[in-house]
């Protein structure tokens, strides 16, 4: 019902910039919660950003300042504007998405990304 496909990763200098993408093939399914998670090596996935469907927006404090985290439902797409990056933000990151499905009676389910590589060198 759902397919993300994402797109944005890069290897990138402290102090640079990048963009994440990720875009929603849906079918019968209506979108909700948005968001991205990462994880680096040896340790737990962890949320990084998300976002409602009204705009509403949380961060996980290590970014707060320097990520910002956007959708537009018509395209049906979550987007994470990345600034300051440090070291520290090298990760795979992964989008995710929640919503319903319509041939279920509205059950609410989630997917994932296939994950994309932030590398941040110092």
């Known amino acids: 019902q759902v397919q993300l496909v994402e797109s944005g990763g890069a290897l990138v200098q402290a102090g640079g910039s990048l963009r994440l993408s990720c875009a929603a093939s849906?079918?019968?399914?209506?979108?909700?919660?948005m968001g991205w998670y990462r994880q680096a090596p040896g340790k737990e996935r962890e949320l990084v950003a998300g976002?409602?469907?009204?705009?509403?927006?949380n961060y996980v404090d290590s970014v707060k300042g320097r990520f910002t985290i956007s959708r537009d439902n018509a395209k049906n797409t979550v987007y994470l504007q990345m600034n300051s990056l440090k070291p520290e933000d090298t990760a795979v990151y992964y989008c995710?998405?929640?919503?319903?499905?319509?041939?279920?009676?509205?059950?609410?389910?989630?997917?994932w990304g296939q994950g994309t590589q932030v590398t941040v060198s110092s």
């Open positions: 849906v079918n019968f399914f209506v979108i909700n919660h």
């Open positions: 995710w998405v929640n919503g319903w499905s319509t041939v279920t009676n509205y059950r609410e389910s989630e997917y």
């Open positions: 976002i409602s469907r009204g705009g509403s927006t």
